[in-house]
Nanobody
Framework: QVQLVESGGGLVQAGGSLRLSCAAS????????MGWYRQAPGKQRELVAT???????NYADSVKGRFTISRDNAKNTVFLQMNSLKPEDTAVYYC???????????????WGQGTQVTVSS
């Protein structure tokens, strides 16, 4: 099994910054795409940003130019630097990763438990 543990959420004023981290652990043979999603109250979960194992990134239009996703492959960790935060960024942020499990070589897809980000106006 693969576990994802997020950290770094909290309360910040509009215009401020936060940095989220997500560390993957377990029987990992290879991590492929890692990413961040968010879910606001009453809304569906939506993509925020993803990064491939080669470093290619993809962002939702709503966060382009404000958020930066990066990863440390040696530590199986993905980061989300969030700048110029807006009240509409308030949501629970979830880490996601897919890859291959050691020994069995089975494909996996895992979610973290989520971390709350609240942006006050």
């Amino acid at each position: 099994q693969v576990q994802l543990v997020e950290s770094g959420g909290g309360l910040v004023q509009a215009g401020g910054s936060l940095r989220l981290s997500c560390a993957a652990s377990g029987s990992i043979f290879r991590l492929n795409t890692m990413g961040w999603y968010r879910q606001a109250p009453g809304k569906q979960r939506e993509l925020v940003a993803t990064v491939s194992s080669a470093g290619s990134t993809n962002y939702a239009d709503s966060v382009k130019g404000r958020f930066t996703i990066s990863r440390d492959n040696a530590k199986n960790t993905v980061f989300l630097q969030m700048n110029s935060l807006k009240p509409e960024d308030t949501a629970v942020y979830y880490c996601n990763a897919d890859g291959i499990i050691s020994v069995t070589m089975r494909v996996f897809g895992s979610w973290g438990q989520g971390t709350q980000v609240t942006v006050s106006s």
